[in-house]
């Protein structure tokens, strides 16, 4: 026991690399909002990271949307079918999840929009709204290119997807085709939208500052209110002053201007992933590849005899075998107790492990979860310098910030000294965003009387 110990300093050094100055910050910012610019940019846009795709959705809810809508969220290995009742200040909402059998998410698009059709006149069945014509809003979070409200371009999968047959292809028409092979219910599909964007919606419904809408969950992503002037691909309705952007930040980096803060465990990490090169940013933040980056740190660290007494587990060298969950759990616990920490390393089959290797275990979770919370901190502090309002209200979802118990604060705490003097910002944890802001995009659609029945 002695011996372990003195380990824990080395550790610490090793781990320096997953700190981010705030001078490296800023340069993250400064490279953040240069890519901004050129994806908003008819010239640059082409050859954009980051590609600040137009929404199409030029009005946020005003609270006097009403009526019966549908909803379909469809953004990883599960979906969500919703119906929402909107009356005067209230609405009721009922939804049903429905899984994505594995051969369905690596079968063709066709198949997969097969089974979001039959899924819909289930729902639909249950509802008894089945000899209804109800509008629905459709939120599809992977990369879109939108080319009108109702019209979006499936630039790729992402999140353990690939359906054959669907890139390039307008999703809204797969489900169409789908929902006419069927020839039994009567939807119209009025919007569709990704995550960030009925998050977005979600909240601006509750509080009309929301203008900033952030994913930090399985992937990372935000969205916000650009003036529709800076929007040089956007040919429609001038009048209308403001534009919902759809970042697609999760891409930042892909050409190589996050190299300067990556490890080589984010190296290993992408080089693993189904899309090598691809979503850079994204795999420094998401929940989707957190808990593998500290399973390489403590892998590392363990081959180098700093850990676990130089002991391993067949479980620890196994590929994403450390859950992000298990990140939040072991940050959790009480400082000095490491009753969660134990647990998760004895279900890895690290039963050895002494105090002292909890606690290096423990820190290594803070320098991954941290750098995340900083790297997010500085992307919506780039937002909201670039939209220089007084007071923004940022709408979050996704299961790192509603479960991990540090996110939160480390992220007020860093937006607050990056944000410009004089801007002032909340941070409003979505409640079920994307559902309900689909149904949202629909009825401010409809609303606005958009071509909805």
């Not at 009005?59 to 379909?72: V, W």
């Not at 998050?199 to 929301?210: D, G, R, Y």
């Not at 790297?375 to 979802?397: C, F, Q």
């Not at 559902?435 to 659609?445: C, E, F, K, P």
Request: with cysteine; hydrophobic share 40%; net charge negative.
């Amino acid at each position: 026991m002695g011996m372990a110990i003195n380990n824990l300093p080395l550790i610490r050094e090793e781990c320096e690399i997953l700190h981010m100055t705030d001078k490296q910050l800023r340069e993250i910012m400064t490279r953040l909002h240069n890519d901004l610019v050129k994806g908003l940019s008819k010239d640059t846009h082409p050859t954009a990271t980051v590609k600040c795709w137009l929404t199409y959705i030029q009005d946020l809810p005003n609270g006097k949307e009403r009526g019966k809508f549908l909803a379909l969220d469809l953004g990883g290995t599960n979906f969500r079918v919703l119906i929402i009742n909107l009356g005067e200040n209230h609405f009721d909402m009922q939804s049903k999840i429905y899984a994505i059998p594995n051969h369905i998410m690596t079968g063709t698009g066709i198949a997969l929009f097969d089974h979001i059709a039959e899924c819909l006149a289930n729902f639909m069945k249950e509802h008894n709204v089945y000899e209804e014509r109800l509008a629905l809003g459709f939120t599809f979070s992977f990369p879109l290119k939108q080319m009108g409200l109702t019209k979006g371009i499936l630039q790729r999968w992402t999140k353990g997807f690939s359906c054959s047959g669907a890139i390039g292809e307008d999703v809204v028409q797969g489900l169409k085709d789908a929902i006419a092979r069927r020839g039994d219910v009567q939807i119209d599909i009025c919007a569709i939208l990704n995550d960030t964007t009925g998050t977005l919606m979600s909240c601006a419904w509750k509080n009309h500052n929301c203008k900033i809408g952030l994913i930090v969950g399985t992937g990372s992503n935000a969205c916000y209110v650009e003036k529709t002037g800076q929007c040089e691909l956007f040919e429609g309705d001038m009048s209308k002053s403001d534009m919902l952007i759809n970042t697609e930040w999760g891409a930042f980096g892909d050409d190589g201007a996050l190299d300067f803060v990556r490890t080589e465990f984010d190296r290993e990490v992408d080089s693993n992933s189904i899309n090598p090169g691809k979503q850079i940013q994204e795999k420094m933040i998401s929940g989707m590849y957190m808990g593998e980056l500290v399973r390489l740190a403590l892998v590392k660290f363990t081959r180098m005899g700093l850990l676990f007494g130089g002991r391993g587990s067949d479980l620890l060298f196994q590929r994403n075998s450390f859950y992000t969950k298990y990140v939040s759990e072991i940050e959790s616990d009480k400082p000095g107790d490491f009753t969660s920490c134990m647990d998760v390393l004895e279900e890895l089959g690290l039963s050895h492990a002494t105090e002292a290797d909890m606690a290096a275990v423990r820190h290594v979770c803070e320098c991954v979860s941290r750098r995340a919370a900083h790297l997010v901190s500085a992307g919506i502090a780039t937002l909201l310098n670039k939209m220089n309002e007084p007071r923004v209200t940022v709408g979050i979802d996704g299961s790192v910030y509603r479960f991990h118990p540090h996110f939160h604060t480390l992220m007020c705490e860093k937006i607050a000294q990056l944000v410009q003097p004089g801007i002032s910002f909340d941070l409003m944890l979505s409640e079920d965003g994307s559902g309900r802001g689909a149904a949202l995009v629909a009825a401010v659609a409809c609303r606005e009387s958009l071509g909805c029945a």
